[in-house]
């Protein structure tokens, strides 16, 4: 329950009290057919409740006055003849559950590593951004009926002469709504409106993403290149070309030194990372409301931190 402060008294003060119980079963198979060559299949079932931000009204922000949590029922309480507060009951958003299948091997030796999976994630409920923010900055969210979330995912590794390694990820999917009625009021036509969304991706969710590291290493000195790619994402639930953060590719780069004794100190290491090296320009996410808000990435900045040992 909200506690009595300010002007949120009587029926201004709103009270909740929500449980979730769940159960998680996993399971999981590794098989080793030879020396360095694995294969598993996993599968497993979770399940995630509804933040607190969530089970307000997201609409308008929790800290407006005279805004209701996104409840069905409400009971108005009374002591002694006046409202002490309202206690709201069967929140609208659910929590979401989720079926997760994945299959995958790897082969991996001392120089060379490779690993692949596949995934098939089937959410029920799945609490998912359907465009715009709250007063207060936080996208609206809410279930969606079915969800799918598939792909395949790789990575690997490689170690070359002259101390030089090479990293990397990438991971192509599909994110969309298999099962999805999206409910809405047209306010000139002042009736209800239902969008049947069922078939299109889920907003914010990008459908490539890759990383790409090249570090060397000589002593006490080691530095690192790295390369990061996002592909598009819609910002509502549309698809409408208009409405994307459009795809972007960021260079990072950082170099340390670590002595084991220097001017007295010891284990001294000096660190500087450069985000953003070639000063790119884009957006990291944003939101779509009558038009099309994004969020900004830093341009090129520099972070060095200096620790020791005493």
Do not use: C
């Not at 069967?90 to 995934?119: C, K, M, Q, W």
């Not at 390694?165 to 999805?180: C, E, L």
């Not at 459908?207 to 000195?221: C, E, F, R």
């Amino acid at each position: 329950m909200q506690r009595e402060a300010g002007k949120f008294t009587g029926s201004l003060r709103n009270a909740y009290d929500v449980s979730y119980h769940f159960v998680h079963p996993r399971a999981g198979v590794n098989y080793n057919p030879m020396p360095g060559v694995v294969l598993f299949v996993y599968l497993g079932a979770a399940s995630r409740e509804p933040s607190d931000d969530d089970l307000f009204d997201v609409w308008d922000g929790p800290d407006d006055l005279g805004k209701a949590p996104l409840f069905a029922r409400s009971d108005t309480v009374r002591k002694g003849g006046e409202i002490a507060y309202v206690e709201w009951d069967e929140p609208r958003t659910e929590p979401e559950s989720l079926t997760d299948i994945e299959v995958g091997g790897g082969y991996h030796n001392d120089f060379f590593a490779l690993n692949a999976t596949l995934y098939y994630m089937l959410f029920t409920n799945e609490i998912v951004p359907y465009g715009g923010v709250d007063d207060d900055g936080y996208p609206i969210t809410g279930n969606a009926e079915s969800t799918i979330h598939r792909g395949i995912e790789l990575e690997g590794s490689l170690q070359l002469p002259l101390n030089l390694s090479v990293a990397g990820n990438v991971s192509a999917s599909q994110n969309f709504y298999q099962k999805f009625t999206y409910h809405d009021f047209d306010w000139e036509g002042w009736q209800p409106l239902e969008e049947d969304y069922s078939g299109n991706a889920i907003p914010l969710f990008p459908d490539i993403m890759a990383n790409l590291w090249i570090s060397y290493q000589w002593k006490s000195l080691s530095t690192m290149v790295s390369f990061r790619s996002v592909g598009k994402q819609y910002l509502d639930n549309t698809e409408d070309e208009e409405r994307i953060v459009d795809p972007y590719s960021v260079v990072n780069f950082n170099v340390s030194w670590r002595g084991d004794r220097l001017w007295g100190l010891q284990g001294l290491r000096i660190h500087l990372q450069v985000n953003n090296l070639l000063d790119r320009e884009y957006e990291t996410t944003g939101y779509w409301y009558y038009e099309r808000y994004l969020y900004p990435a830093a341009g090129r900045n520099y972070l060095a931190t200096i620790a020791v040992s005493l």
